[in-house]
């Protein structure tokens, strides 16, 4: 079987999905190109597991601080060039396309009459979620992105409907914990905006991944530049992270059973959303601005129960290897079974 895989770059969450399916389709015996889209090329890391991919323009949200830019948004992306990337694809010698929210190939597999797999935590809000960001209009925006004629939703309970738990690498590392050290990724919010907040909490070590070329330390803010092995081991040894609300690394931290602060970027509905549910499942903290106090009284608070989570890479690529056979409602009761 040979698949194209289509991944929104936008956000890391959406690679590190990629990543995680890539192994487990080669062993599978699954062959696949991947195309990555949203994000300029030279801005990708660690893309060693992809082979020889391919990039295109694509759509992606435009930032202006920790704020979506709607304007910017609008804009900046251009309708035109999404349909030139999408007529130049040719979907000939492909059985399957699977889109991680990416528009390119989702399009192209629609027009092109080959079967689609959306497999992305965006497709969960098909569903009925409990919450009041998740609408018919945010619905027909998920169906007019990246149309899928099966459409794969992720999320951290299923709701009793058919979504699917987390697609997240297994736990790197044993989760251990050192006491007052907090894993920070919020690439959004300039270094200078963080740092003297962070400063006020002297007694806490925050360990900060940004967009530098070389660590530093200044008191108690250790900067790193982007790593996945190395953010994996902070994380699992941490006390607590705080970040948006990115459906990725908030799964990866329940993974390991993290305090959560989170800052869901304004005007992302989506991370809205996750915001909220993350409250209703009683899982982490959510705040609207970054604050000392706040950031001192949250680590006082107790941990959250660890969240387990499956294997869904294995399961999914041996779904896919099969031609996709086995019912939705199938693999439903094996994934929440584990």
Same mark, same amino acid.
């Given at each position: ?189 300039? =270094? &200078?905006?963080?740092? #003297?907040?962070?400063?006020?909490? !002297? ?6 991944? /940004?967009? %530098? ?85 949250? =680590? &006082?608070?107790?941990? #959250?129960?660890?969240?387990?989570? !499956? ?6 690529? /041996?779904? %896919? ?18």
């Amino acid at each position: 079987m040979r698949v194209l895989y289509g991944v929104q770059a936008t956000g890391n969450g959406h690679i590190t999905r990629a990543r995680v399916m890539a192994p487990e389709l080669e062993k599978a015996g699954v062959k696949v190109d991947y195309l990555f889209s949203g994000r300029e090329p030279e801005n990708l890391f660690n893309m060693e597991p992809f082979g020889e991919y391919r990039c295109r323009r694509g759509l992606t949200f435009y930032m202006q601080g920790s704020r979506v830019s709607r304007w910017q948004t609008l804009t900046k992306n251009s309708v035109v060039r999404l349909i030139r990337d999408v007529k130049e694809i040719d979907l000939s010698t492909y059985d399957l396309v699977i889109t991680d929210f990416e528009p390119v190939s989702a399009w192209a597999a629609k027009l092109q009459g080959v079967k689609c797999v959306g497999l992305a935590h965006q497709y969960a809000f098909l569903h009925e979620l409990p919450d009041t960001k998740s609408d018919r209009f945010l619905k027909a925006q998920v169906k007019l992105f990246a149309p899928a004629d099966i459409p794969i939703g992720l999320h951290w309970n299923h709701f009793d409907q058919a979504i699917f738990p987390p697609l997240i690498q297994p736990a790197a590392n044993q989760s251990t914990l050192i006491p007052r050290k907090v894993v920070v990724y919020l690439p959004h919010d300039g =270094l &200078e905006r963080i740092q #003297p907040i962070f400063k006020r909490c !002297p007694d806490i070590d925050f360990h900060i991944y /940004a967009a %530098i070329d070389r660590p530093e330390a200044d008191g108690n803010c250790h900067i790193k530049a982007f790593s996945r092995v190395g953010f994996q081991k902070d994380l699992a040894e941490c006390e607590g992270v705080i970040c948006n609300a990115g459906f990725g690394l908030l799964s990866e931290a329940l993974q390991y059973g993290k305090k959560i602060m989170t800052i869901p970027q304004l005007g992302q509905v989506e991370q809205e959303s996750n915001a909220e549910i993350l409250q209703i499942l009683n899982l982490g903290t959510v705040v609207t601005a970054l604050e000392s106090n706040q950031v001192t009284a949250w =680590l &006082e608070q107790s941990s #959250p129960q660890l969240l387990p989570i !499956p294997n869904m890479a294995s399961l999914f690529s /041996a779904w %896919i290897a099969s031609g996709c056979k086995a019912s939705i409602e199938t693999l439903l009761g094996k994934a929440w079974s584990k």
